[in-house]
């Protein structure tokens, strides 16, 4: 009888192993059948953005022009003042292309879904013929706040085809500087300033130069030969004087005096 039981045991042991097992294979089968379906999915989603990419017939191109930056050089936006860039938009197709909307924003570095801070949306609605260009201008300016530290910067064009499909243009989105401005004087300022003061030193020495000969020409020309000779210089001697108009008792009496 124990020999029954202990076989009746071992055959459950080896069923319920079996069972366990099957219900592993099946699991996995399930899981790699989902992993199969995922990648399948993501896939076609590749292929119809590829597709999508073949299909579009624009070209464009970004070019800062404030501040200027130099090819493959990293890009410093100044925090506070206006930074500006040009769009390019050329259509390669053989049917018009309506530009819809341009707009810019600043970027969480780690996480570009996070928005740090958005700029103007510039509505455009804009026709571009076939084999046309245009040129488009778009200014904004980081805030003071952020200055020192980096940011994502994305920058996209929306327009549309003939057929009303809508289209994005990622221009630019990557790591942009955000850097603080250095007040102080640069050359050009330096140079006006030295100049107005040398303008100044001119304009004082020509004054003072002005001013001392017509004070010479008054001193030194004098009054006039008319007037030199009617001026009384006074009596320099007694015999000089007219005394005709004195009574005679007093000159007497004046004589007995020494007068």
């Known amino acids: 009888m124990e020999f029954k039981w202990m076989l009746l045991c071992l055959s459950l042991l080896a069923v319920s192993t079996g069972v366990t097992r099957a219900e592993d294979e099946i699991d ?13 999915v993501e896939t076609e989603g590749d292929e119809s953005m590829i597709e999508d990419l073949e299909l579009s017939d624009a070209d464009t191109y970004l070019l800062f022009t404030k501040p200027v930056f130099e090819e493959k050089a990293s890009i410093e936006l100044p925090a506070g003042r206006l930074s500006e860039f040009l769009v390019g938009f050329t259509n390669k197709g053989s049917n018009d292309l309506v530009l819809e909307t341009l707009d810019a924003s600043l970027r969480y570095p780690m996480d570009f879904n996070f928005h740090i801070q958005n ?23 980081p805030a003071d706040a952020f200055a020192g530290r980096p940011f994502g910067l994305s920058i996209n064009l929306a327009y549309r085809d003939y057929e009303g499909k809508q289209m994005i243009s990622k221009l630019y989105n990557d790591t942009v500087n955000i850097i603080e401005v250095e007040e102080g004087l640069d050359g050009e300022t330096l140079f006006l300033y030295v ?17 001392y000969s017509v004070g010479k020409k008054r001193v030194g020309g004098g009054l006039p030969s008319r007037t030199r000779a009617n001026l009384e210089t006074g009596t320099k001697t007694s015999k000089q004087i007219d005394m005709d108009w004195v009574p005679k008792n007093v000159l007497n009496h004046l004589s007995k005096f020494g007068f």
């Open 28 to 40: 996995a089968d399930e899981e790699m059948i989902v992993s199969e379906d995922q990648g399948l």
């Open 119 to 141: 700029f103007t949306t510039v509505l455009l609605e804009k026709t571009i013929p076939p084999g046309s260009q245009a040129t488009l201008g778009y200014a904004f300016i």
């Open 195 to 211: 100049l107005m003061a040398a303008a100044c030193v001119l304009l004082l020495v020509g004054g003072q130069q002005f001013l």
